[in-house]
């Protein structure tokens, strides 16, 4: 079991151009949560999503920003005319479940680090 | 609105000197409420998960306690490698999904 892969580890970006980060959750899971953890903060949730649904996406900033889970495939988060400002590490979380009785543990990825020059 | 606070942002301790991480949480209705592991450079590593008041758990030299209010990591005769950040996290009852709010992390260092 290889646990939750996240692709790339590391991604450069200048200004204006587009992120795309990607990430597959552990074997048997179908829930994915998306974090973003800026220096000096704690992680905040972005987005939650099931197989070709979007199903909380409280977090995730208005614009510039999508996630999607398809059906075949990673979860992939798309970050479009980066600014600095999006400079940050960001986490994929997979679970058994979604919602329902009982506490459901997240295990996380190791992260992507974005750089916006 | 969901709220982790975590004190203190930072510990230094020496090897061998016992130590206890607080979180304080208001959250409407508690489903869950989990302590990670964060190293510099990885992602969260799950430690522990606290179901109701009165609940403890232990792994080697952590105890996590919880009350109706607060959850308490201690840490008993820490090692250098007990160094890492330590993140509290709750997971509400209401709501369609198990999302994490989590506070800001302590980071601890043990020296040897």
């Known amino acids: 079991n290889a646990g939750v892969m996240q692709n790339p580890r590391h991604l450069v970006r200048r200004r204006g151009q587009e992120a795309r980060l990607r990430c597959s959750p552990m074997k048997g899971h179908s829930h994915v949560y998306w974090y973003r953890q800026l220096p000096e903060e704690g992680l905040k949730f972005m987005v939650y999503l099931q197989k070709e649904n979007i199903i909380d996406e409280s977090g995730m900033p208005k614009e510039r920003f999508s996630a999607e889970f398809p059906k075949e495939g990673p979860s992939i988060l798309r970050i479009q005319q980066v600014v600095r400002g999006d400079s940050a590490a960001y986490f994929c979380?997979?679970?058994?479940?979604?919602?329902?009785?009982?506490?459901?543990?997240?295990?996380f990825g190791a992260g992507s680090r974005l750089t916006v020059l | 609105e969901d709220q982790v606070t975590q004190s203190p942002e930072a510990l230094r301790l020496q090897e061998g000197e016992s130590s206890s991480l607080n979180c304080s949480y208001t959250?409407?209705?508690?489903?869950?409420l989990f302590w990670y592991r964060q190293d510099p450079g990885k992602g969260p590593e799950f430690l522990f998960t606290l179901y109701s008041a009165g609940e403890e758990k232990e792994k080697e030299r952590l105890k996590a306690t919880l009350t109706k209010k607060e959850s308490f990591l201690h840490i008993t005769a820490p090692k250098p490698e007990d160094s890492a950040t330590y993140l509290c996290?709750?997971?509400?009852?209401?709501?369609?999904?198990?999302?994490?709010?989590f506070g800001k992390g302590i980071t601890l260092s043990v020296r040897p």
């Open positions: 959250v409407s209705g508690l489903r869950g």
């Open positions: 979380a997979s679970s058994l479940r979604g919602a329902g009785r009982g506490a459901n543990v997240l295990t």
């Open positions: 996290a709750v997971q509400a009852e209401a709501g369609a999904n198990s999302k994490l709010t």
